[in-house]
């Protein structure tokens, strides 16, 4: 059983930077597809920043230029790095694993941009 959890979240000035990670525990051998999306209140889950099972980043409109993920696969974490973040960056920010057999999230961490 594969778990993701999600630390790194908190209150940030608009225009300053924050860094997000999850951290996997149990078994996700191979390559697999791991990302981060959000979901501010009132809207739809969006992505943010997927790594695809080929290596491929992809970043979603409202954050491309902004944002950086990498990866540790050594220790089974990855990272989402944001820069000159807005009030509208305010979520709740998920980290994401596709395997070949099913999809992992996890339980969510808030990020809050003030004016």
């Known amino acids: 059983q594969v778990q993701l959890v999600e630390s790194g979240g908190g209150l940030v000035q608009a225009g300053g930077s924050l860094r997000v990670s999850c951290a996997a525990s149990g078994s996700i051998l191979g390559n697999n597809a791991m990302g981060w999306y959000r979901q501010a209140p009132g809207k739809q889950r969006e992505l943010v920043a997927l790594?695809?099972?080929?290596?491929?980043?992809v970043y979603g409109d409202s954050v491309k230029g902004r944002s950086t993920v990498t990866k540790d696969t050594a220790a089974n974490t990855w990272y989402l790095q944001m820069k000159s973040l807005k009030p509208e960056d305010t979520a709740v920010y998920y980290c994401n694993l596709k395997t070949q057999q099913r999809e992992y999230w996890g339980q969510g961490i808030q990020v809050t941009v003030s004016y």
């Open positions: 790594v695809t099972r080929i290596g491929t980043t």
